[in-house]
């Protein structure tokens, strides 16, 4: 029962830097979400994805890429790391859209990225 | 624009404690409210969730009623465990959009 999972755990990057965090989940969802959480703030939409090959911007995109070349993978990429850019990073994945009435999200455990 | 704010954390309870756990939200329309969960190493899961108005939603022994005239989501629990121990998150989703709103996050630390 993997549902959905991230790596790494925990990273430090130095600014300018580049990474990749990884998110796959095995329930064939269609639907994947990349979050950030500040510390003492709310989590944030980066982007999402409704499905392979489909991805859009959510409220804080800038300084992230998003690919979806596969339904079970949603790599989030820092180009040039930035101290601004530290932060905790959730993956999710639902079968249905988030406005649908018994939708439900899953979560990954989280990145947590520091840039220094 | 919409928002949830949550009471700050932590909050300290003995086992078999009360716990109430504040979340208000601003909005228009009708919004669904949700409570997610996360457990220590783990992710978010959802704990329980409410559409519309006076509805309950309930799971594990935790309860929240959606208040609109309060436009309150408050969760309580009567009897608190020490495996309740984690981080609770307040958010709503807008009627018409698929975007889910976070409030801060309250961690909650259950002692023996």
């Known amino acids: 029962n993997a549902g959905v999972t991230q790596t790494p755990k925990f990273r430090i990057l130095k600014i300018g830097q580049s990474m990749t965090l990884q998110c796959a989940q095995d329930?064939?969802?269609?639907?994947m979400y990349w979050y950030r959480q500040d510390p003492g703030m709310g989590l944030k939409l980066i982007y999402y994805?409704?499905?392979?090959?489909?991805?859009d911007k959510g409220e804080v995109p800038n300084g992230y890429n998003v690919s979806r070349s596969t339904t079970e993978d949603f790599p989030l990429r820092l180009e040039l790391a930035a101290p601004s850019q530290t932060s905790v990073y959730f993956c999710?994945?639902?079968?249905?859209?988030?406005?649908?009435?018994?939708?439900?999200?899953?979560f990954g455990s989280g990145t947590q990225l520091s840039v220094l | 624009g919409d928002s949830v704010t949550q009471m700050e954390g932590p909050v300290t309870l003995s086992e078999e404690a009360f716990l109430t756990i504040n979340c208000t939200y601003t909005?228009?329309?009708?919004?669904?409210l949700f409570w997610y969960v996360q457990y220590p190493g783990e992710g978010l899961q959802l704990l329980l969730k409410?559409?519309?108005?006076?509805d309950k939603g309930s799971n594990k022994g935790f309860e929240a009623t959606y208040r609109k005239e309060t436009t309150s989501f408050h969760l309580e629990k009567g009897s608190v465990q020490v495996s309740d121990s984690a981080v609770y998150f307040c958010?709503?989703?807008?009627?018409?959009?698929?975007?889910?709103?976070f409030g801060t996050g309250t961690r909650l630390q259950v002692f023996p």
């Open positions: 958010a709503l989703r807008a009627w018409n959009t698929d975007k889910l709103i």
């Open positions: 409410a559409t519309k108005a006076d």
């Open positions: 329930m064939n969802h269609n639907y």
């Open positions: 909005a228009t329309g009708y919004p669904s």
């Open positions: 994805s409704v499905g392979a090959g489909i991805t």
């Open positions: 999710a994945s639902s079968y249905i859209p988030t406005r649908a009435t018994n939708e439900k999200l899953f």
